[in-house]
């Protein structure tokens, strides 16, 4: 069985610049991933890249041993890729549970038309997704809060609306941009555990881009590194953290020499 997702030597120019540089990266099967890196190092970029908001200029991304190259956003989340972003981009003014039901018109039977004229199917596949956006609501603990506006959801429950809603659309892949950015330790913990049972519980392979280390170091199997759009470093969480080459591209030659020398802890 091929891996979930395959990066190879992949890469993109904008003009001069090479934002993403040969970059050779595996997704397993029902795998969790992190990918991390300083501010700028290229990462969301290559969500970019998988999800065909940008064609590569170099290299392959295979999805399942299909390749996803030049065949745009649209197919790429209908061959089974989901993804949240770094800012939560709820439909404000829809409820929670529309902001699901939305996300599920997709797998439904009728055609344009149909839905437009509300017409023939659109009535059963109306029903189908409210049917099954309230199932998902309750598992991920929401269904108590189904009809409030989406923007009134405390910032955690917003988080987790958002993965649910990705989740809608039944995805093999999902990529995860900082899902904990803006949370407090404690919501970070629980988003942590909430992650690992999204793997487990729906199947499903999932990337995550991270700030928030302990959440990376707590849940995923493997890390990758960049910096500048280059992969520098590869392995188990526990090989990462210790990696000098890493430690030296979040915190820099001098300051992590001074750390050291003063006795300082290494970044987990």
């Not at 809608?168 to 942590?192: F, H, I, V």
């Not at 170091?217 to 470093?233: F, K, S």
Request: charged content about 20%; glycine content about 10%; hydrophobic content about 45%.
């Amino acid at each position: 069985m091929p891996p979930s997702l395959e990066l190879k030597k992949t890469g993109i120019r904008f003009g001069g610049l090479r934002a993403v540089s040969e970059l050779d990266l595996v997704v397993p099967d029902n795998g969790l991933i992190g990918l991390i890196g300083p501010n700028g190092a290229g990462k969301t970029t290559v969500f970019n890249l998988i999800t065909g908001i940008y064609a590569p200029t170099e290299g392959e991304i295979l999805f399942n041993g299909h390749s996803l190259v030049g065949i745009g956003p649209t197919r790429v989340a209908a061959a089974g890729v989901g993804r949240t972003f770094q800012n939560i981009r709820l439909f404000p003014g829809l409820t929670v549970l529309e902001n699901v039901t939305v996300a599920m018109h997709r797998h439904g039977t009728a055609t344009f038309f149909e839905h437009v004229l509300r017409i023939g199917r659109h009535a059963a596949d109306e029903a189908h997704a409210v049917d099954e956006a309230t199932k998902l609501l309750d598992t991920f603990g929401l269904l108590g809060m189904i009809d409030q506006p989406a923007d009134a959801l405390p910032y955690g429950l917003r988080r987790r609306l958002e993965i649910a809603r990705a989740l809608a659309t039944k995805p093999r892949l999902l990529l995860l941009d900082e899902p904990a950015a803006g949370m407090n330790p404690s919501e970070a913990d629980e988003l942590m555990h909430l992650v690992r049972w999204v793997r487990d519980t729906f199947g499903v392979s999932i990337l995550l881009i991270e700030h928030h280390m302990p959440v990376v170091m707590g849940i995923c199997e493997r890390v990758t590194v960049l910096d500048h759009g280059a992969r520098i470093a590869e392995g188990t969480p526990h090989q990462i953290k210790r990696d000098p080459v890493v430690i030296e591209a979040y915190l820099g030659t001098d300051t992590a020499a001074q750390g050291h020398a003063n006795g300082a802890q290494e970044p987990v």
